[in-house]
């Protein structure tokens, strides 16, 4: 069973327009997410994350909301540029668990493009 | 350098044989991962360090893969009889602790054949 879930495997946009991503998942004891972008022959790199005390994030061009009570979280990417074209994951941790774990659970992506 | 680096870039081996996979994190960070990324999905956990000791290995799939980071920094994973459905990218990370983001390296691709 999937605990983090992106539905859209694809996404195209138009250059300067707003881009959202969205991220749902279902395990109540996630309390930190994270979005990572990644090119191909690349590994995941780190956007920008928000945690579980707060419901919104915003760094430069990105904003993360989280929507505890729904399970749900998502990327906004304003104003798009060509160079984000890539693949976006969601991805999400138990930190407080108890656990003594910090793993990422991702789900698996999607891709966004430009329209031309 | 500065950021997660993993050697080789790129891996291929037979069938039954062992490989080993390097992993050098960033320096200072205590907390270092493994993840398997196939084709079309997104990176699944294998194991977590906390400094030398593995404080999580619920992720590897099987008594086949073993890790170690003997000295609290480098790391290698490790495939004893290799099989087909090994071949991914095997993704590193390192971070400093709870709740800050956690850096990876570029992956090494690995093709069991």
């Known amino acids: 069973d999937q605990q983090v879930k992106q539905n859209s495997p694809s996404l195209s946009v138009q250059e300067g327009r707003i881009s959202i991503l969205n991220c749902d998942y279902t395990?109540?004891?996630?309390?930190?997410f994270l979005w990572y972008k990644k090119y191909p022959a690349e590994g995941p790199t780190f956007l920008i994350s928000?945690?579980?005390?707060?419901d919104k994030n915003e760094d430069g061009r990105f904003t993360v909301f989280l929507n505890k009570s729904a399970k749900h979280l998502s990327l906004h990417i304003v104003p798009y540029q060509p160079g984000d074209s890539a693949v976006y994951f969601c991805?999400?941790?138990?930190?407080?668990?108890?656990?003594?774990?910090?793993?990422?659970?991702f789900g698996k992506g999607t891709k966004l493009s430009v329209i031309p | 350098g500065a950021g997660v680096s993993q050697t080789p870039s790129n891996k291929v081996t037979e069938k039954g044989k062992y490989v080993e996979l390097r992993c050098d994190p960033i320096s200072g960070h205590t907390a270092l991962y493994w993840y398997r990324q196939s084709l079309g999905q997104g990176p699944e956990f294998l194991i977590y360090f906390q400094g030398t000791g593995a404080a999580d290995d619920s992720g590897l799939p099987n008594d086949r893969f073993f890790a170690v980071r003997p000295e609290g920094s480098v790391s290698t994973l490790k495939i004893q009889r290799t099989e087909r459905g090994d071949s991914a990218v095997y993704l590193c990370?390192?971070?400093?602790?709870?709740?800050?983001?956690?850096?990876f390296g570029q992956g090494t691709r690995l093709t069991v054949v």
């Open positions: 395990n109540s004891m996630f309390d930190y």
């Open positions: 928000i945690s579980s005390i707060k």
């Open positions: 990370a390192s971070s400093s602790g709870a709740y800050t983001e956690a850096f």
């Open positions: 991805a999400a941790s138990a930190q407080n668990s108890g656990a003594g774990s910090y793993q990422l659970t």
